[in-house]
């Protein structure tokens, strides 16, 4: 099969399109046609080698953990998806190895659940990763309540937008930090935007007097510091983005695969709950682009690739 690859650390410039092998399908898992994969900072920050620390990469890499697609080989032990099912899937190993970019990925059951069927394929792929983080550090790690104040960090980007909606759901008052330029997007969002940088603690100030209840930082550094002084007495603080919050009695969180979890998005999805915007979709031969844009760090809701499907029976 055809796939994003590459055999060593570096810039986009390593990102190979090409043969990449087909996949095997284990016991527990499933095969998926590969219709779209979201693009996640994550993915080049592994593939300029930050995160060799703890995650061995076996190269040649096919990057990628996002994706929505068409299940066409369940392994031999699996009861919970059938051929033709339309699924969404974090497929995130404890390695790097084979992922998303590329035509087909073999994913565990545990990472995958079924797509929201009003979600197109490129909305769907931006769930998974994006949506597990923003619901598991709103809903497990700082356990918002309704009627409470969040601040979170990033709001118009890929977490952030979808953690926006989510609090809301929950019944808090979500304020989001982002540029000038994504403010009517936060408000789309059901949040409350305020301008980042110099300034962000006296205008969060204005807005909550009293101290927000919780934050979630996506930022790290000066922004966690100065996000830590603004919580209420008893505030709560959460950061995907810098381990320092342990030193501020926070929680540090890294997201899941979570089949459950996964489910429960969906379900947000399909209510009209939760909404993924997509900001540009791109071919998977351009994949090295599509990390250029993530890289810039500007995203609005999410990047994502496809892949074309050329005749009819291929879409099935
Ligand atoms: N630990 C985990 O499990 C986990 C999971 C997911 C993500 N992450 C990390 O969390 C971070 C956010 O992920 P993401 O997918 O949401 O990224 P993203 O989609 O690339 O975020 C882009 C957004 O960041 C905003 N932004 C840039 N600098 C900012 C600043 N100083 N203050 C506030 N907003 C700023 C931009 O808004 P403007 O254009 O308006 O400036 C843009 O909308 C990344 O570092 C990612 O690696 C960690």
Not at 262 to 273: K, M, P, T
Not at 285 to 290: F, I, K, L, P, V
């Amino acid at each position: 099969m055809k796939g994003i690859s590459y055999s060593r650390y570096g810039g986009p410039e390593v990102l190979e399109y090409g043969e990449v092998g087909d996949p095997k399908v284990g016991p527990d898992q499933v095969l998926v046609k590969v219709r779209a994969a979201a693009v996640n900072p994550v993915d080049w920050k592994c593939r300029e080698g930050y995160l060799d620390p703890v995650l061995d990469a076996v190269f040649p890499v096919v990057p990628g953990w996002d994706v929505s697609g068409v299940v066409v080989q369940p392994g031999v032990a699996v009861t919970e998806f059938s051929v033709g099912d339309e699924v969404i899937g974090y497929v995130r190993e404890d390695f790097l190895s084979r992922g998303t970019f590329a035509e087909y990925v073999a994913a565990p059951v545990r990472t995958l659940a079924r797509k929201p069927r009003n979600l197109s394929y490129e909305e769907a792929a931006g769930l998974p990763l994006a949506g597990l983080t923003a619901y598991q550090v709103l809903v497990k790690a700082l356990d918002i309540k309704r009627g409470e104040t969040v601040l979170v960090h990033a709001a118009a980007g890929g977490v952030g937008s979808l953690a926006v909606q989510i609090g809301a759901h929950l019944g808090a008052r979500m304020i989001g930090t982002a540029s000038e330029r994504n403010h009517d997007f936060v408000r789309s969002l059901g949040g409350e935007p305020v301008a980042y940088g110099e300034g962000l603690a006296e205008r969060v100030r204005a807005l909550a007097p009293e101290g927000v209840d919780a934050v979630f930082d996506t930022i790290g550094g000066d922004t966690l510091k100065t996000s830590a002084n603004l919580l209420a007495p008893e505030g709560r603080l959460a950061s995907i983005a810098d381990a320092e919050v342990l030193s501020y009695g926070g929680r540090y969180c890294f997201v899941r695969p979570d089949a459950a979890d996964l489910a429960r998005l969906a379900e947000l999805a399909e209510q009209g709950v939760v909404s993924v915007h997509v900001q540009e979709a791109l071919p998977l031969e351009r994949t090295a682009d599509a990390h250029r844009l993530s890289q810039e760090g500007r995203t609005r809701g999410k990047i994502v690739v496809t892949v074309d499907w050329e005749t009819e029976e291929d879409t099935a």
